[in-house]
């Protein structure tokens, strides 16, 4: 538990973008080699968006921090930002997000987590307050991971792009809105499971003349089985820390990853699939933009009301992985309908 003493991150806002290109699983069909039904019962996706020419993932998280700082009263001293597809490998994307949100002379750093990365931003942003680096921090999850996959790799119908983004201020644990402890793990043992290979040191400092592979590659049944292991136990650690029992969740926030992920997350936790938001059908695997582009789509909709138990929980490339509570806090109503056709379901 933590000390009085010492002051807690509290959720101010909420915010997120998604690029207006919609592409269905009937788009992806011929590429692919696969029909539109067998794509939406391997992973739930129907349909996902895109960035369009010229649109970057620091654009994306410029949109999203936009409206998260448009519906926030704190002042922020800080901007996290968590990708995995950067615009550019130096320097991070966060400097320029930063100063284009008028922050310029702001603290600004990337965090590279892959899909985990929003869980690992939130919790780079609790130490920044705890320490009295900042009193209030912008956290963004963004990517464009449609860029990085080869068009003809299969894994393409997984991945959309988009950005979620919230402010948290200084409070008191005791507050709503008040993040509990960021638990975090890892196992480079897995790096090879969800990788690009090309683009780095080690390609840099291997001999020969063939370039590295420089698209995403996953190993799908080796990391559906990890993810399942690892959000089990992390999400249990977090639940623990908050003294709540899995039937004390009203809702519960997983990155998309997969759709049947999430369901079997649900039964090996115990808590009613009504209880777990999703919204992959519609956005697809967004990595590290998934959860709050999720907490802020299920906001609007009504899905997350004041005095809900929520967790958060992720997975990811590393490997990665982390999960947080917090009670959602009453928060200002927002004026823009949300993005997207469909509403926040349950897996």
């Given at each position: 538990?933590?000390?009085?003493?010492v002051?807690?991150?509290?959720?101010?806002?909420?915010?997120?973008?998604?690029?207006?290109?919609?592409?269905?699983?009937?788009?992806?069909?011929?590429?692919l080699?696969?029909?539109?039904?067998?794509?939406?019962?391997?992973?739930?996706?129907?349909?996902?968006?895109?960035?369009?020419?010229?649109?970057?993932?620091?654009?994306?998280?410029?949109?999203?921090?936009?409206?998260?700082?448009?519906?926030?009263?704190?002042?922020?001293?800080?901007v996290v930002?968590?990708?995995?597809?950067?615009?550019?490998?130096?320097?991070?994307?966060?400097?320029?997000?930063a100063?284009?949100?008028?922050?310029?002379?702001?603290?600004?750093?990337?965090?590279?987590?892959?899909?985990?990365?929003?869980?690992?931003?939130?919790?780079?942003?609790?130490?920044?307050?705890a320490?009295?680096?900042?009193?209030?921090?912008?956290?963004?999850?963004?990517?464009?991971?449609?860029?990085?996959?080869?068009?003809?790799?299969?894994?393409?119908?997984?991945?959309?792009?988009?950005?979620?983004?919230?402010?948290?201020?200084?409070?008191?644990?005791?507050?709503?809105?008040?993040?509990?402890?960021?638990?975090?793990?890892?196992?480079?043992?897995?790096?090879?499971?969800?990788?690009?290979?090309?683009?780095?040191?080690?390609?840099?400092?291997?001999?020969?003349?063939?370039?590295?592979?420089?698209y995403?590659?996953?190993?799908?049944?080796?990391?559906f089985?990890?993810?399942?292991l690892?959000?089990?136990?992390?999400?249990?650690?977090?639940?623990?820390?908050?003294?709540?029992?899995?039937?004390?969740?009203?809702?519960?926030?997983?990155?998309?990853?997969?759709?049947?992920?999430?369901?079997?997350?649900?039964?090996?936790?115990?808590?009613?699939?009504?209880?777990?938001?999703?919204?992959?059908?519609?956005v697809?695997?967004?990595s590290?933009?998934?959860?709050?582009?999720?907490?802020?789509?299920?906001?609007?909709?009504?899905?997350?009301?004041?005095?809900?138990?929520?967790?958060?929980?992720a997975?990811?490339?590393?490997?990665?992985?982390?999960?947080?509570?917090?009670?959602?806090?009453?928060?200002?109503?927002?004026?823009?309908?949300?993005?997207?056709?469909?509403?926040?379901t349950?897996?």
């Amino acid at each position: 538990m933590r000390s009085q003493g010492v002051p807690a991150s509290v959720l101010a806002g909420v915010g997120s973008w998604l690029p207006p290109r919609r592409v269905a699983n009937e788009e992806l069909a011929e590429p692919l080699g696969r029909s539109p039904e067998w794509m939406f019962q391997r992973c739930g996706i129907r349909a996902r968006h895109v960035v369009d020419p010229g649109t970057s993932t620091g654009d994306l998280a410029v949109a999203a921090g936009r409206e998260a700082l448009d519906r926030s009263a704190t002042a922020v001293s800080a901007v996290v930002v968590a990708t995995s597809s950067p615009d550019r490998p130096c320097p991070g994307t966060a400097p320029h997000v930063a100063t284009r949100l008028g922050l310029s002379g702001a603290a600004a750093l990337d965090v590279q987590a892959v899909c985990a990365g929003f869980v690992h931003g939130l919790a780079v942003a609790q130490g920044l307050i705890a320490a009295g680096t900042a009193d209030g921090v912008l956290v963004i999850g963004a990517d464009a991971l449609s860029l990085g996959v080869a068009p003809d790799d299969p894994t393409r119908m997984l991945f959309g792009d988009g950005a979620g983004a919230v402010v948290l201020r200084r409070g008191h644990r005791e507050e709503p809105g008040a993040l509990g402890p960021c638990l975090l793990g890892s196992d480079g043992g897995g790096r090879d499971l969800i990788t690009v290979r090309g683009g780095g040191s080690e390609e840099r400092a291997a001999a020969g003349d063939v370039p590295a592979d420089p698209y995403l590659r996953l190993v799908g049944q080796e990391v559906f089985l990890r993810a399942l292991l690892h959000l089990d136990e992390v999400s249990r650690a977090a639940l623990d820390s908050a003294g709540w029992s899995p039937r004390d969740v009203d809702r519960v926030v997983p990155h998309q990853a997969n759709a049947r992920i999430t369901a079997m997350l649900a039964r090996r936790l115990g808590v009613a699939e009504d209880r777990v938001l999703a919204r992959i059908e519609q956005v697809g695997n967004t990595s590290a933009a998934s959860i709050p582009l999720l907490l802020d789509q299920a906001w609007r909709r009504g899905d997350l009301r004041p005095g809900h138990r929520v967790l958060l929980t992720a997975f990811g490339g590393g490997l990665t992985w982390g999960a947080t509570t917090l009670v959602w806090p009453r928060l200002p109503h927002p004026h823009r309908p949300p993005s997207g056709e469909m509403p926040c379901t349950t897996s």
